[in-house]
Nanobody, 124 residues
């Protein structure tokens, strides 16, 4: 069982930056690929970024590529999402999730554990 707790959300102006953190419980953190997803009001939850268990490989949605960076610190059982050049369309609840594999995946059904979410609001 893995428990995930996100933090770092908030209100920011367009063009600004935020860094989200997700702390995981357990001693086998490096065995899990981690992902970030988001859900905007009235929309379905969508993939944002994923990182392999070792941290060696990352993959991003086209909408955030070049602006967001996912990283992880396995010694701290934490995954991060650095978000730069934020746009109003980035406004959403952001969720971190742990996959049932160490290989980065983008399909939500591959993720077995989910955090409670953190709100990111970008004002224009």
């Amino acid at each position: 069982q893995v428990q995930l707790v996100e933090s770092g959300g908030g209100l920011v102006q367009a063009g600004g930056s935020l860094r989200l953190s997700c702390a995981a419980s357990g001693r086998t953190f490096s065995r899990y690929a981690m992902g970030w997803f988001r859900q905007a009001p009235g929309k379905e939850r969508e993939f944002v970024a994923t990182i392999r268990g070792s941290g060696s490989t990352t993959y991003y949605a086209n909408s955030v590529k070049g602006r967001f960076t996912i990283s992880r610190d396995n010694a701290k059982n934490t995954v991060y999402l650095q978000m730069n050049s934020l746009k109003s369309e980035d406004t959403a609840v952001y969720y971190c999730a742990a996959a049932g594999t160490a290989v980065g995946v983008i399909t939500q059904s591959e993720y077995h554990y989910w955090g409670q979410g953190t709100q990111v609001t970008v004002s224009s």
